[in-house]
């Protein structure tokens, strides 16, 4: 079955750049589907950060577009977040998730629900 | 932006129905997506498009969308099912992706 799996490192100064990957077993990515990344802060809500197809087509979220990229690898079958400038409001729980389409017509959409989703990551930014 | 308000609690006895609301601006033109999310757990999608349930989801979970609020039915509650709700639409008018405040669903 399909599995998700995030890496990267656990702990992040200020103002550097967050670095994360998703790695996708069980499914080529290549083959459709969006995917996307979720973050929670501690005892908060979930956040969508963006999603991505798997031709390179992303969505992102307004408040953090302008230090967020998404991106697609599918000769090594994952998909990475980079957050740059972060601050302490940065720390939570990073999520991968797939987003679920109709494999049989082909059809994905950014608005489809996340089906399938990593164990999550914590990421801490503190110096 | 799109938003989304959810009741921050719901309390509910074992056997009962809990109604979780998700309110949005005409959110009945929306397909709207709930998930489950227990502590320290991924949270799990319980229904999709307003009203469909993956498979291995009980059918005590049901949901609805009409006007502006959509609205997550749990029938029949167990304690397992205490755990925080999350409702989701995507915003077609500024294509990004919402989730609500989130609901926390207490089984008395």
């Known amino acids: 079955q399909v599995q998700l799996q995030e890496s990267g490192p656990g702990l992040v100064k200020p103002s550097e750049t967050l670095s994360l990957t998703c790695a996708v077993s069980?499914?080529?990515?290549?083959?459709?589907?969006?995917w996307g990344w979720i973050r929670q802060p501690p005892g908060k809500g979930l956040e969508w950060i963006g999603s991505i197809y798997h031709s390179g087509s992303t969505y992102y979220n307004p408040s953090l577009k302008s230090r967020v990229t998404i991106s697609v690898d599918t000769s090594k079958n994952q998909f990475s977040l980079k957050l740059s400038s972060v601050t302490a409001a940065d720390t939570a729980v990073y999520y991968c998730a797939r987003q679920q389409g109709d494999i049989l017509t082909g059809y994905f959409s950014p608005d489809d629900a996340f089906d399938i989703w990593g164990q999550g990551t914590m990421v801490t930014v503190s110096s | 932006s799109y938003v989304l308000t959810q009741p921050p609690s719901v309390s509910v006895a074992p056997g009962q129905t809990a109604r979780i609301t998700c309110g949005g601006n005409?959110?009945?033109?929306?397909?709207v997506h709930w998930y489950q999310q227990k502590p320290g757990q991924a949270p799990v999608l319980v229904v999709y498009d307003d009203s469909d349930r993956p498979s291995g989801i009980p059918e005590r979970f049901s949901g609805s969308n009409s006007g502006n609020t959509a609205t997550l039915t749990i029938s029949r509650v167990e304690a397992g099912d205490e755990a925080d709700y999350y409702c989701?639409?995507?915003?077609?008018?500024?294509?990004?992706?919402?989730f609500g405040t989130g609901t926390k669903v207490t089984v008395l």
């Open positions: 069980g499914y080529s990515i290549s083959s459709g589907y969006y």
């Open positions: 989701q639409v995507w915003d077609s008018s500024s294509d990004h992706l919402v």
């Open positions: 005409n959110i009945g033109s929306k397909s």
